[in-house]
T-cell receptor, first 117, second 113 residues
Framework: AQSVSQHNHHVILSEAASLELGCNYSYGGTVNLFWYVQYPGQHLQLLLKYFSGDPLVKGIKGFEAEFIKSKFSFNLRKPSVQWSDTAEYFCAVNAGAFSGNTGKLIFGQGTTLQVKP | SQTIHQWPATLVQPVGSPLSLECTVEGTSNPNLYWYRQAAGRGLQLLFYSVGIGQISSEVPQNLSASRPQDRQFILSSKKLLLSDSGFYLC????????????FGSGTRLTVV
């Protein structure tokens, strides 16, 4: 069965520190990869996504992620975090993207990021 | 424009009572629809999905059921709630085409007491 694993459950950083959140998935075929963010009291919203092409994907608010197929990873990065980045971050995978799939998104457990001012 | 409505926003229900959460989509036709649950400390778990009217696929065995009586309506139900049904329930729909984008509703916080 497909699964997504986020290694860091709770991360605490000071402002201006660099961020990297790990995400690994288990599926040997074609995948679409996503990072979602949920700010306190707000909807889940898309940060960035990878479908094909350049494995380094840039998203909103200065976030980026790199797809490394050989490692089944899609880690999220930001060079310098801000207090407003405090939120919960979810990695998600849509497997079998080109096989008439049903569009199911499989989520990781989530990582809570706390940025101290 | 395409929007998704989910209600109610919060709900407190006693154990053994029935449940009905509704999700409707506007601005599109024949969307794929999904119900997710976010339990405390556990991330997002896919409960049900539907690719068309009357079609429901269940991802995990549980006390809940889903129905899709109309193209843009997706309902999550239970005949008798359990304490373990507490959580945050999210409806989502998938934008068709090559983008494979997903849009999430605002969610329902269910507390079973």
């Amino acid at each position: 069965a497909q699964s997504v694993s986020q290694h860091n459950h709770h991360v605490i950083l000071s402002e201006a520190a660099s961020l990297e959140l790990g995400c690994n998935y288990s599926y040997g075929g074609t995948v679409n990869l996503f990072w979602y963010v949920q700010y306190p009291g707000q909807h889940l919203q898309l940060l960035l996504k990878y479908f094909s092409g350049d494995p380094l994907v840039k998203g909103i608010k200065g976030f980026e992620a790199e797809f490394i197929k050989s490692k089944f990873s899609f880690n999220l990065r930001k060079p310098s975090v801000q207090w407003s980045d405090t939120a919960e971050y979810f990695c998600a995978v849509n497997a079998g993207a080109f096989s008439g799939n049903t569009g199911k998104l499989i989520f990781g457990q989530g990582t809570t990021l706390q940025v101290k001012p | 424009s395409q929007t998704i409505h989910q209600w109610p926003a919060t709900l407190v229900q006693p154990v053994g009572s029935p449940l009905s959460l509704e999700c409707t989509v506007e601005g599109t036709s024949n969307p794929n629809l999904y119900w997710y649950r976010q339990a405390a400390g556990r991330g997002l778990q896919l409960l049900f999905y539907s690719v068309g009217i009357g079609q429901i696929s269940s991802e995990v065995p549980q006390n809940l059921s889903a129905s899709r009586p109309q193209d843009r309506q997706f309902i999550l139900s239970s005949k008798k709630l359990l304490l373990s049904d507490s959580g945050f329930y999210l409806c989502a729909w998938r934008v068709g085409g090559a983008d494979y984008g997903y849009t999430f509703g605002s969610g329902t916080r269910l507390t079973v007491v």
